[in-house]
């Protein structure tokens, strides 16, 4: 072969080669891009964990899986030297949350405050994805049943029926993770609260609006910050009642989350620290405070939306 057809002939086999290998790259990509069109990716880890600080977040429990929460509260920091600055005080709520589906999850709980029974479900409705399901947010439907038990005071007020001791919250939480560092979230809150005599705040409204909006920043992969703000209609608020602000820390080691936090609210179910919150930081009555999420995996199920 001719030395001027033999590098002719090797000219002809690189450029095909080359062609061919770009032909298919570019089929790889297309069809990569095409699979991924196909399926629908799910936003995980909006928030560390179920709960922002006092209220729900849009994460449910996974399915199978129960949540042990214990929420610890020590009083005001202003009370001073004498109560060790709040320390010597303390309230607490023991909750178990169970993932049903990854729709649906329940949970119930019992509060120091006002001795409080409360039960819960978590339905997620939407969930944040993109690919063949292109959604921007997550939406969640929380009703809240909570009864109080504490005995009124002097014993001679009228017993209160179980309606009187009985409070409902209707809530929806519209979230969205915006980065893999930053998650805001809006719950729209409607209280209707229980009416006993010398125990629940005097000359509190019955029914209460409340929009709440909580936030999350990611610092590292087992430590981000929330914060969560709940604003009462004025329409709709009692004159004693203060709106509350919570600021705190999330702090994942394996299996449990721990959460540090400062907030102007006592209570930790909706209708006590929405509806029930006196405290100012301002004055500076703020608390210090605590929660602590324990998972146990107690049944296999299957990994589908």
Known sequence: MPKQTYLLFVVIMLTATTSFAQDTTDAMANLEKQTVQDETVYTTATFKTTRVVSG???ENTAPGVLDLRINHRFGQLNSGLYNFFGLDEASMRLGFDYGISKRLMVGIGHSTYQKTYDAFLKIKLLRQSTGKINMPITLSYVPVFAYNTLKTVPATVPKPSFADRTSFTNQLI??????????????????????????????TKRNTFAMGIAGRHKISKRVSLNAEYYYQLPDTQGPLST???????????????????????????????????????????????????????????????
């Open 56 to 58: 729900q977040s849009v």
């Open 243 to 305: 709106n509350v602000l919570s600021l705190g820390v999330d702090i994942e080691t394996g299996g449990h989350v721990f959460q540090l936090h400062f907030t102007n609210s006592r209570g930790m179910t909706e209708k006590a620290f929405i509806t029930e919150t006196t405290g100012k930081w301002e004055d500076g009555d703020i608390l210090f405070g605590f929660n602590i999420s324990r998972v146990f995996n107690v049944k296999k199920t299957k990994n589908h939306w």
């Open 174 to 203: 519209i979230g969205r993770k915006f980065s893999d560092a930053f998650s805001l979230q809006l719950m729209p809150t409607y209280i209707h609260k229980d009416n006993v005599p010398n125990v629940t705040l005097p000359y």
